[in-house]
Structure formats: C-alpha cells, structure tokens
C-alpha cells in the first residue's frame, strides 16, 4: 500500500451561463515513502489544482466538485472534514507554495509563522518553540537564524524566503510533502540550492515528495516517477530513465523536443508542438492533443484513449504512440506479460492489453523517434 | 572576434541610479550601479545573447543601449553614429533602425488597440508608406512573417493566446524594417512549447532578414540556443564573453562555471553524472558592491591575494574574454575550490525605511 494513493480525482468548476470546466480528469497516481513523484505539464494541465486538491486548499465556492480519492496511509483527504483535515495538514501532509512573497504573511515576523506550525501541532510553547525554529532555520541553511526568526519576509531575499518556507513545511516532519513550482521564482543559483536541500530533506528523512513544475530538467534530476498531464489528464508515466531515454506519448516527445539543451550546439532547429494550449479537443470527444499531435490517425478522434500499460510499470493514453528505437511498433507490449508492471501503479481504469497501435496501420513514420 | 562590420560598440557603458532620501530635500545618498562599466560590440547579422542573474543589470543594459534609459557615462556607437550625444529629434529617427520586444506581451500592448493600430502607429510616427493601403501592405507582410493570420487585424490582444501576443510585438518591432532588435526576455513568460516555436521564429527571422539580435534572457540554454555570442553578467559588469559553444565546453569564470552547472538539463543521464557548483548565499546589493572582483564573495576559487582589492579587467585568453585574475590556474586545475559560507544579504538597506530608487524619467514611449 503506497503512502498517498490518487484515484481517479476529479475537480470540475461550473457556473451558471458558462461552459463546465474539468480542470482535473481522472488522474491516478502513487505515491511511496522516500519517493519523488513528478508532475509536468504546461500552464491550465492542472498540476496546481491536483496538489490544491489533495491538500483540501480550493476555495470553497458553489459550483465546484471534487470527485475521486486521495487516500492517505488508509484515510481519504477527500471525505474528511475540516477539523480532522487541520490536523493531518501541516502533520502529515505539507506543502510548499511557489510563490514565497504571497504565500507568508508580511505583516507577521518569520519566528511567528515557524512557530505556529510547533504550536498547533507539537505543543511547543515560548523559548522551546523558539530554539526549536531556530534550528529549523539552520537546517534548511538560513545564516544566523537566531535573528531571522524576528525578522519580517520582506527582510529576507527571494532564496531565504523559499527556505523559511520549506523550514514551515518540514516543521513537523511530515510523511508527504507537496511542492507546487518551489524554484519556479528564483534564479537558477538559488533554484540549485533549494533543489539540493529538498533532495537532503528526502534523502534523510524518508519523506515523500510530490514534485509539481514545468520545468522537464528540474524533474530529471530529482524524481523517481513522471506523470505528464495535459487538459487534466496523465497521458504518459513512467519512472524517469525510460520517459526521458523513450517517450511514448507525442505530446512528451514533443515536450522533450521543445526544450533547448544547454549540451546542444548552437544552430540546431527546436522541434516545437505546433498550436497552443488553447487548441484542445474535449476528451469524451477523443484525444485533447490530437489538434496539435503530429501522429494522428483517424482512431484519436471519437472516443477518448485508454490507459496503455507496458510491461516496465509504464502508461501511456494514446493508441499511436511514438515507437521505441529498435522495436516493431506494438511489439514490445503483446510479447511481455503485463502483470510486470508494479503494483501500485495500475490505475483504475487502465486496460493493460490493449495494444497501442491499431493493426494494419504500418510502422508509424519516424521523424520524431529521436528527441 | 571578428572585426570586419561590427554595428553596434559600447564602451564603458555606465547607468547609475540615484537613491535618494528625504522629503523636502532630495538628497541623493548613493548610487545603485545597475550598469558599471560595460564594453561590447555586436557585429552585423549576429546575436549577442546576455544572461545573468535577476538584478545583474542586464535589462538596464539593453534599454541603456537603445537610449530607453539614460547612460551615466560611456558612449553606444550604432553604425558609425554615437548615439549618447544625439539630440532627441535625430535619436528617433535613428529608432527605426533599432526595435526592441519586451517580456510581457500582455502588458507591453495596449489593451484599448487593436493590431492594425499597434502596428501602424510607429508607420505613421516614421512616416513609411506613402498611404492606409500601401501601410496595409506592409502590415500584411510583416503578419505572414511572424505567422499571423490575416484576421488579427482588428482584433484585440486579450483575444489573443500568450505565443500569438509575444508574436504581435515581434511583428511591431519588425514593421519598421530594423536591423537591430533588442529582445529583452522574449520567451520567458511561455510555456515550453511556445518557447520553441517563439525562438525558431526568431530564427527564422534572422536568416531571412539579414537581422542583428541582442537578445537578454536569465536562461542560459536558451540564450545559449540562440546566440553566437554569448556575454555573462554579474552585477553591472561583464565577466565572461564567449563563442556560444566555448562557453559551454570551457567556461573560464567561476560564476560561468556555476551558472553552467545550475542549469538543470532534460536527461536523467548527464543529471546523475554532473558536477554542482553550489553558490552560497545571494546576489549581493548593487547599490553596494563587494570590493575588488564582485565575485569574490560567493565565489568558491576566491584567493586570499588580489581578489578583494583589485578588480580584474576582461582579458583575452584564447577566443573568450574574460574578467578573473586566476583564470588561467582554475581552467588547469592549478587551483581547487573550497567552500564558501553564505553572507546574508539584504534586499534593501538592513530593514531601515526603505530608501526610494528613482529611475530617471523615461523617454516616453514611443518604439
């Protein structure tokens, strides 16, 4: 049983006189303890909403459902109410916020805010909670913290900053912790830095941690699994060497493509996806990438694509994917038996047979095997 | 680098900004140095890329360039004319010759303007095209260039997406038909795939049009992506300036060094196996900067000789220029790093009440 199992979650916002927006559909993931797990995706994928979700943190307003699960070692995040939600979160469960100016209280010295988390949920009090901040600040590597603490955010740089707020999240050394776009304000010294310190975090202390960014280089270096979301959906996962090394689905190909690599040379052309987010196609109607898919066939439209599991515990939502260097089309899922993939990883709706190419297409052309 | 058709020189570019406290005097207590003492030169149909650091100066330096900002000192000679010393009226018609594109496209075009206005009011303010229909003419061009369709013409930018928008300013700054383009952050408001198809275009442009880019990014892969050259700043000066490639296989400086190995890249594989150089503690304030080379605070090779009272000039080692007195000994291993403590550094003076930085007043802005 994984630490942080997500099934099938589901979080429409709808209004009066205006079309249903399903910003989450159907996404399942799991998560271990000590493991990172990734979520990347463009802007409005719903990466944000996901982890806003699990934490129970979307603003209370008609119109909104949440469906699914998010069990959390045996209890659902979902169905609990407020009260008992308090207490898990900032315990058990903690996150921390991409922007550090927004997310901590100006008007409030960082010693108050640290020390709110021991108080609610530690029961330190006075010089105790205060030794106790401290040395939290001087874990996540804020120089003299003994005179942070009185200090206001506004006092403290973008870097330290973002470490006052880690030391919050890490206050109480939770089992599950939520990064949504930690270093996506900083520069990349400082996003080095902080990459570093959330790697110790986990490295020492065995917490898990759910990764969410769009930068696909910040994801290489630190996650174990990838989930790529697109219009609310995962379309591929899997763990990061064969996502990075193979990817099936067009759309991470094409994310893979898109990036320029400092280890490239000058003059070679991006292989940018064509269109824009805005260019999706509603999934009951099909595939939400097919507008902008460069391997389309006429099976992407009409119904939605399922799930296709292969035999390394990965998972991809087309049924033309990009082939594997050096294999047949296909071939790779119907001559391994799929009950290989790890258990955990099977989301509900996944059929594991199906084979991710309709017969009697031919091999798929190849200009974007490499990538 | 090569000498032959260089067509923008800067020398000893200097933007100072003046802190100033009080309320009925002014009085001006210290000076923020965004800019201190730059020289570069762009030749014809090549891009300059400049990446550094948030607050390292690099935007100053492109808008101090286009005479957006007013240098303190120092000349900006564009094809054979200085431009720091032309009256008003002769700098705007040398505007022509030199467009810039901004980050922000929401905020850079005018909400109330649809996109036949936006781009033919700088037709107007230069007098091209001889009538509305020989302007249309030229705007038609310039969408089919940047991939616009026909329609955008009376619509607004609020109808458009974020790569459609950054792909109006691009057509504003082309429609004059100009051989320099400052393009300050152009992609780092887009999504990765945007990004692409944002940086190709610039690409193509240049190939087509025979364009000459400066082009100012904080991301070093893609500014790396783009440029010939490529130009690292550390606050207001240049420390390193390198052929794109060298800069990447042999970086001299040792904030280049750490930049390098900060930039995370796309591939499990090289992750793993790369060396970090992690900086300790943050940029510190221009409006006081460290002594001697402005590194020597963070930098992990920092010697005990030199590097805090002398300030290293940019020195020519093989086809790089770079500003470190230990160049040479770190690049053979001579010296080793060690590591440095963080210093705290404040975003403005010690908490005090902070001291207001005025901008000299902006010329307005006519592009």
Redesign the interface.
């Known amino acids: 049983m994984a630490l942080l199992e997500v099934d099938d979650l589901s979080v429409t916002f709808s209004r009066r006189g205006q079309r249903t927006v399903r910003a989450v559909d159907g996404v399942s993931f799991s998560v271990d303890a000590g493991e990172v797990v990734g979520l990347v995706g463009?802007?409005g994928c719903g990466k944000s909403v996901t982890s806003l979700a699990i934490m129970g943190l979307l603003p209370k307003q008609p119109g909104l459902a949440v469906g699914g699960k998010a069990v959390f070692d045996g209890t659902d995040l979902l169905q609990l109410d407020d009260r008992s939600r308090r207490d898990i979160r900032g315990r058990d469960v903690a996150m921390i916020f991409q922007d550090p100016l927004s997310s901590l209280n100006p008007v409030i010295p960082i010693g108050l805010q640290v020390t709110e988390v021991l108080a609610r949920h530690r029961g330190m009090k006075g010089a105790a909670a205060e030794k106790e901040a401290a040395a939290l600040l001087d874990r996540v590597?804020i120089?003299?913290p003994k005179r942070r603490l009185k200090?206001?955010p506004?006092?403290?740089?973008?870097?330290?900053r973002q470490r006052a707020l880690i030391a919050m999240a890490v206050a109480c050394k939770p089992r599950l912790l939520i990064a949504d776009e930690p270093t996506t304000a900083l520069?990349?010294?400082?996003?080095?830095?902080i990459?570093?310190l959330l790697k110790e975090l986990v490295r020492d202390s065995g917490t898990a941690l759910v990764m969410i960014t769009?930068?696909?280089?910040?994801?290489?270096?630190m996650c174990d699994t990838i989930n790529v979301l697109y219009a609310g959906r995962v379309v591929e996962t899997a763990r990061?060497?064969p996502l990075?090394r193979e990817p099936r689905h067009p759309y991470t190909v094409?994310?893979?493509?898109?990036?320029?690599?400092?280890?490239?040379?000058?003059g070679?052309?991006?292989?940018?996806?064509?269109g824009?987010?805005?260019d999706v196609l509603p999934w009951p109607d099909g595939c939400a990438f097919a507008p902008r898919c460069s391997r389309r066939v006429d099976e992407c439209v009409g119904e939605p694509p399922q799930l296709v599991l292969t035999y390394d515990g990965r998972g991809y939502r087309c049924v033309n994917p990009a082939p594997v260097p050096g294999t047949e089309p296909g071939q790779e899922v119907r001559d391994t038996v799929p009950t290989q993939a790890a258990p955990g990883s099977v989301p509900a709706q996944a059929e594991p047979n199906d084979p991710p190419t309709v017969p009697g297409l031919g091999p798929a052309p190849s200009e974007e095997e490499t990538a | 680098m090569s000498d032959d058709d260089i067509l923008v020189e800067v020398r000893d570019l200097k933007v100072h900004f003046p802190i100033k406290r009080g309320v009925i005097f002014d009085r001006t207590v210290g000076h923020v140095k965004a800019v201190d003492g730059v020289d570069l030169r762009i030749p014809r149909g090549k891009t300059y890329g400049l990446v550094g650091e948030s607050g390292c100066g690099k935007s100053t330096l492109g808008r101090a360039l286009l005479q957006l900002t007013p240098p303190t000192d120092g000349q900006v000679v564009f094809d054979g004319v200085e431009l720091t010393t032309l009256p008003a009226g002769k700098l705007r018609t040398m505007r022509r010759r030199m467009q810039m594109i901004f980050q922000d496209p929401m905020s850079s075009l005018d909400p109330r303007q649809n996109v036949e206005s936006i781009l033919t009011e700088g037709l107007q303010t230069h007098g091209i095209g001889k009538d509305r229909d020989d302007r249309r003419r030229i705007i038609g061009e310039t969408l089919d260039a940047v991939g616009l369709p026909r329609w955008a013409l009376s619509r607004y930018p609020h109808e458009f997406s974020g790569g459609q928008r950054q792909r109006i300013g691009i057509a504003r700054a082309l429609v004059l038909g100009p051989e320099l383009i400052v393009a300050d952050e152009p992609v780092s408001a887009l999504d990765v795939s945007i990004q692409a198809q944002v940086v190709n275009l610039l690409d193509e442009l240049q190939d087509s049009l025979g364009l000459t880019y400066l082009v100012i990014a904080h991301d070093l892969a893609v500014v790396r992506h783009i440029s010939d050259m490529v130009g690292v700043m550390y606050l207001g000066a240049l420390v390193e300036e390198a052929p794109s490639d060298r800069l990447y296989t042999e970086p001299l400086h040792p904030y280049t060094r750490a930049l390098m190995s900060a930039v995370p890249v796309p591939d499990p594989d090289v992750e793993d196996r790369r060396e970090r150089i992690l900086l300790a503690g943050d940029l510190p304030s221009p409006a006081n900067p460290p002594s001697g080379c402005r590194f020597h605070t963070r930098c992990p090779w920092a010697q005990p000789t030199r590097c805090a009272d002398e300030r290293p000039v940019l020195r020519e080692i093989g086809a790089s220029r770079v500003a470190c007195h230990w160049a040479e000994q770190i690049a053979s291993g001579e010296l080793r790093p060690h590591k440095v403590s963080a210093e705290v550094v404040r975003p403005e003076g010690e908490g005090e009440t902070p001291g207001v930085v005025s901008a000299p007043s902006e010329p307005g802005s006519y592009v």
């Open positions: 463009e802007s590597g120089p003299d200090e206001y506004h006092q403290l740089s973008g870097g330290m520069d990349v010294t400082i996003q080095a830095q990459l570093e769009h930068d696909l280089g910040v994801v290489a270096g990061r060497r990075f094409g994310l893979l493509g898109s990036v320029p690599r400092l280890d490239a040379g000058r070679e052309r991006l292989n940018p996806i064509p824009s987010v805005r």
